[in-house]
T-cell receptor
């Protein structure tokens, strides 16, 4: 079945450590996205990528980094510079960036930093 | 300011139709209306989207008002699996920044 996988589902880290969240898709989508969702709130865009080796900052990119070396993969690193990293992180993909395309989401990774 | 307004919650009985409203009085001519839904601790799921004309797919129908200032998501026969938070959002031309910023959405409860 085609879809998006994120791993792990739950992740615990100590403050000051960098952590990388995995996102893989086999939908042959060009565009990929990372969002953050805080309890009871909507999604906020962290980074997006339209094509391999290209990515752009979203609304809240500070303290995060990404890479897009393969079409299928778009890992997100939460660095120690991110002041409030505890959140639910969602990866998504779509055929393209345009507003006409729907986005497909992964199951999410819940990150807890203490 | 929120681009869309939805009721906080709605209830439905199983196997009955559900009409979920969304107001978007400041919609621009190039904004698409998208609907997603989300179950607790899961990623959002795409439901349907449209621009001006009503749209149907296997999950739902989208009825768009003639002036485009409101729309209604229609689930023809609600099932227990349809219980979720439903989000109505407007997506405009690139770049894709805050247009996926879901609001509070409508929490749909389906009673057996």
């Amino acid at each position: 079945d085609g879809g998006i996988t994120q791993s792990p589902k739950y992740l615990f880290r100590k403050e000051g450590q960098n952590v990388t969240l995995s996102c893989e898709q086999n939908l042959n989508h060009d565009a990929m996205y990372w969002y953050r969702q805080d309890p009871g709130q909507g999604l906020r865009l962290i980074y997006y990528s339209q094509i391999v080796n290209d990515f752009q900052k979203g609304d809240i990119a500070e303290g995060y980094s990404v890479s897009r070396e393969k079409k299928e993969s778009f890992p997100l690193t939460v660095t120690s510079a991110q002041k409030n990293p505890t959140a639910f992180y969602l990866c998504a993909s779509s055929t393209g960036l345009a507003e006409t395309y729907e986005q497909y989401f992964g199951p999410g990774t819940r990150l807890t930093v203490t | 300011d929120a681009k869309t307004t939805q009721p906080n919650s709605m209830e439905s009985n199983e196997e009955e139709p559900v009409h979920l409203p969304c107001n978007h009085s400041t919609i621009s001519g190039t904004d698409y209306i998208h609907w997603y839904r989300q179950l607790p601790s899961q990623g959002p799921e795409y439901v349907i989207h449209g621009l001006t004309s009503n749209v149907n797919n296997r999950m739902a129908s989208l009825a768009i008002a003639e002036d485009r200032k409101s729309s209604t998501l229609i689930l023809h026969r609600a099932t227990l699996r349809d219980a979720a938070v439903y989000y109505c959002i407007l997506r405009g031309p690139l770049p894709p920044n805050d247009d996926m910023r879901f609001g509070a959405g409508t929490r749909l409860t389906v009673k057996p």
